[in-house]
């Protein structure tokens, strides 16, 4: 069973390193268990690489569509007034490309006024959340460094306590062993 797997996924590794060396030469490589095995997965690694970067490049492909949707709808409201983009003075195609880029970066869909009022509500909030947490968090750090600070002060001073506590104590015992020797008077 386990020789039928190997032999089903040697020929899958083959079929895909057929694909990614086009018609160039396969290098040659060692066809046992272990080898095959990272072939393998390199293979599933590359494929799910592949699979995404295809997801990217539809979004992107989508998101051109929808630009160029954008801006043909704005070139005919330009030319309904009597303008076109080409008539437009050069800081109105900087202004232009400037609010086209500014969509782009902020990720909205087309380039009205309430798209743009709405991403920067969205961003204004999310700044808000943020530092709102950054104080949050100002806060309960300055809280724990007045308890660490706190609590390094008494324990210096328990410290010093066990100090003084152990001197005394040696004390007492060696006046009770002179005692004891006192008291036992050879006979």
Not at 88 to 98: D, K, Y
Request: proline share 3%; hydrophobic share 35%; aromatic share 4%.
């Amino acid at each position: 069973m386990e020789e039928e797997q190997v032999s089903h996924r040697h020929r899958e590794v083959r079929a895909w390193l057929e694909k990614v060396f086009g018609g160039a030469d396969i290098p040659q490589y060692e066809i046992n268990e272990h080898t095959i095995d990272i072939l393998y997965g390199l293979m599933q690694r590359n494929q799910e690489r592949d699979r995404d970067t295809q997801i990217i490049i539809d979004d992107f492909n989508q998101k051109a569509e929808e630009y160029h949707a954008e801006a043909v709808r704005l070139s005919s409201i330009l030319q309904s007034v009597g303008l076109s983009p080409a008539s437009l003075s050069q800081s109105g195609n900087v202004s232009l490309r400037t609010l086209a880029n500014t969509a782009l970066t902020l990720g909205i869909k087309d380039a009205t006024t309430s798209s743009y009022l709405l991403q920067m509500s969205e961003l204004a909030k999310s700044d808000m959340e943020t530092e709102q947490a950054r104080h949050s968090e100002q806060r309960l750090s300055e809280q724990l460094f007045t308890k660490t600070k706190a609590a390094l002060i008494k324990c210096n001073s328990l410290k010093k306590s066990i100090k003084c506590i152990r001197r005394p104590s040696r004390v007492p015992a060696t006046t009770a062993r002179e005692e004891n020797q006192r008291v036992r008077i050879p006979a």
